[in-house]
């Protein structure tokens, strides 16, 4: 399988948050898009062969799992999430 190349940044910091609250409802903004890259750079090395990209995948399931957890979260205390 293929390395990661590295550690999984956190998705959800106070930077991000600022980002996306501060953005317009149709903007798009997704703080794995590193971990999506990732993945894509991979399929395309691999000639679309999903299996030596399973770790990439996995990191952008992990980044989105903690992101929108970490949304939920904030979200019940009553910040804006």
């Known amino acids: 399988m293929a390395s990661t190349g590295g550690s999984t940044r956190e998705p959800w910091t106070g930077e ?3 980002k996306f609250n501060g953005k317009d409802r149709s903007e798009f903004l997704d703080p794995c898009q590193e971990a999506a890259t990732k993945s894509i750079r991979c399929l395309h090395r691999n000639q679309g062969d999903r299996t030596m990209c399973s770790d990439y995948f ?14 939920r979260i904030e979200s019940k205390r009553g910040g804006n999430a």
């Not at 996995?58 to 949304?71: L, S, T, V």
């Open 58 to 71: 996995q990191a952008y399931r992990d980044c989105k799992k903690i992101w929108i957890e970490k949304r």
């Open 16 to 18: 991000t948050k600022s």
